[in-house]
């Protein structure tokens, strides 16, 4: 897609919307302003109970389990967060433990990258956490720390016995004790993200999210995936030969996986 788009001289366009998270923003300044000093550590997580569309359980169409979807945007989050710097390891631990009668896919990911220049970048992604959404970072600086929680300081804590409407995206129920979020679209950052787009599109702005940052993304899916398989620390660059889809690399180095409900 990079090299079409580049000879025939097409705007690629990558949608990654934590790049535009109002929080998530706001962190990256305050950590490029050396309000942490040299950061070490940068952590994000997105865990749910799983995705509604089925085709996401089904690992021939999604190509990977919680890695995959919510993984996706952890790894370009602490890359971009970072400064883009090389990413020079991959570690990573998938397990299947809540939804084996649905998915071959992981339903509960940590992956680790190590980074030039010292700092380490960690995902935890679940399919497997009731309750809805949850979607968090934090940074450790030298000097500094800060914590944002995507949902929980922008809902409104809220009890009923009956229920209601709608409260935050996957939260299943809105009885008893619930945290519907309010001005949701842009808190996600979805709006400023579509802006941006269009605005790119009209020559007004240069892109903040690009192939590049796609392709360096997939990569690190690929180490993930055959780090789980191989139970081992994988050194980029690292190449994935004869694979048609990342999860299959897990699949490959492993014929069960221990604690996993799918063995």
Not at 73 to 82: N, Q
Not at 177 to 192: A, D, R
């Amino acid at each position: 897609m990079i090299h079409a788009t580049r000879q025939a001289g097409v705007l690629l366009l990558y949608a990654e919307e934590l790049f535009f998270t109002p929080k998530y923003l706001k962190a990256k300044e305050m950590a490029d302003d050396g309000g942490f000093g040299k950061i070490h550590l940068v952590k994000q997580s997105e865990k749910h109970f799983g995705p509604h569309s089925p085709w996401f359980w089904d690992v021939n169409h999604s190509g990977g389990g919680a890695l995959m979807d919510l993984g996706c945007h952890g790894i370009a989050f602490c890359y971009w967060f970072l400064g883009r710097p090389a990413i020079e390891s991959v570690y990573c631990q998938l397990g299947t433990y809540v939804h084996g009668d649905k998915t071959k896919g992981d339903d509960e990911a940590l992956c680790i990258m190590e980074f030039a220049g010292g700092a380490v970048g960690v995902v935890e992604d679940s399919w497997g956490r009731r309750g809805g959404m949850d979607d968090r970072i934090e940074v450790y600086g030298s000097e500094g720390v800060t914590y944002a929680n995507l949902h929980m300081d922008n809902a409104l804590p809220t009890y009923s016995e009956n229920g209601y409407g709608y409260a935050a995206e996957k939260a299943p129920s809105t009885k008893g004790w619930s945290y519907p979020v309010f001005e949701e679209l842009w808190n996600y950052g979805f709006p400023q993200e579509m802006a941006h787009f269009s605005r790119c599109v009209r020559g007004k702005e240069t892109p903040q999210a690009t192939g590049e940052d796609g392709l360096a993304v997939m990569k690190v899916l690929y180490a993930a995936y055959a780090s789980a398989g191989e139970g081992r620390k994988i050194q980029m660059p690292f190449s994935a030969a004869s694979v048609q889809k990342p999860i299959d690399l897990w699949f490959r180095g492993s014929q069960y996986r221990p604690h996993s409900s799918n063995k």
